[in-house]
């Protein structure tokens, strides 16, 4: 069975930089498009970018041009590099294969000051 495991979360000042990692258990990891989600409190999880097993990307527009998502089939590996940090961005993020039941147990990301 398949897993996602996150890491790399943190707290970083406002205008800092973390990059955070998803690890899939799996070899059929390259043929998902995977995404990551985040969720702040007493919000909806939203989703923050995704990209395709070929490796097209799409974000939300509140992180395009801070965060860039990229993956490494080779170590079944998603990241997710957030520059340029703010408040806002204060969530737990998940990562998910997409259209799959697969979800990371999430990493908490604090921004603050």
């Known amino acids: 069975q398949v897993q996602l495991v996150e890491s790399g979360g943190g707290l970083v000042h406002p205008g800092g930089s973390l990059r955070l990692s998803c690890a899939a258990s799996?070899?059929?990891?390259?043929?998902?498009?995977m995404a990551w989600y985040r969720q702040a409190p007493g919000k909806q999880r939203e989703l923050v970018a995704h990209?395709?097993?070929?490796?097209?990307?799409n974000y939300a527009d509140s992180v395009k041009g801070r965060f860039t998502i990229s993956r490494d089939n080779a170590k079944n590996t998603v990241y997710l590099q957030m520059n340029s940090l703010k408040p806002e961005d204060t969530a737990i993020y998940y990562c998910n294969g997409i259209g799959t039941p697969l979800w990371g147990q999430g990493t908490q990301v604090t921004v603050s000051s």
């Open positions: 799996g070899s059929i990891f390259s043929i998902y498009a």
């Open positions: 990209i395709t097993s070929d490796g097209r990307t």
